[in-house]
Nanobody, 116 residues
Framework: QVQLVESGGGLVHTGDSLRLSCAVS????????MSWFRQAPGKEREFVAR????????DYTDSVKGRFTISRDHRENTLYLQMNSLEPGDTAIYYC?????????WGQGTQVTVSS
């Protein structure tokens, strides 16, 4: 059974940084497509960042390029999202996801609120 548990969200000010964590069980972060998504109030869930298996690359949505960095720790089997220079437009619930054997699994989400 695949389970993902996010943590690290909070209330910060414009320009601050946060690091989100996603502890994964039932799948390996190094051999799976791992992603971060977010959903702002009244909006659709949107893609934020992706890390392909085996170190084959990362992708980011344009609005976070240069500010966010996705990474993983194989020893902790954990996915991270380092978020710098946060803006009010980054306010959302952030979800991690893993594509495992053709099925997308989701965490419960962690709230990030950026005040101006």
């Amino acid at each position: 059974q695949v389970q993902l548990v996010e943590s690290g969200g909070g209330l910060v000010h414009t320009g601050d940084s946060l690091r989100l964590s996603c502890a994964v069980s039932g799948a390996l972060v190094t051999s799976s497509h791992m992603s971060w998504f977010r959903q702002a109030p009244g909006k659709e869930r949107e893609f934020v960042a992706r890390m392909r298996p085996g170190g084959s690359g990362t992708d980011y949505t344009d609005s976070v390029k240069g500010r966010f960095t996705i990474s993983r720790d194989h020893r902790e089997n954990t996915l991270y999202l380092q978020m710098n220079s946060l803006e009010p437009g980054d306010t959302a619930i952030y979800y991690c996801a893993v594509l495992y054997w053709g099925n997308q699994h989701w965490g419960q989400g962690t709230q990030v609120t950026v005040s101006s």
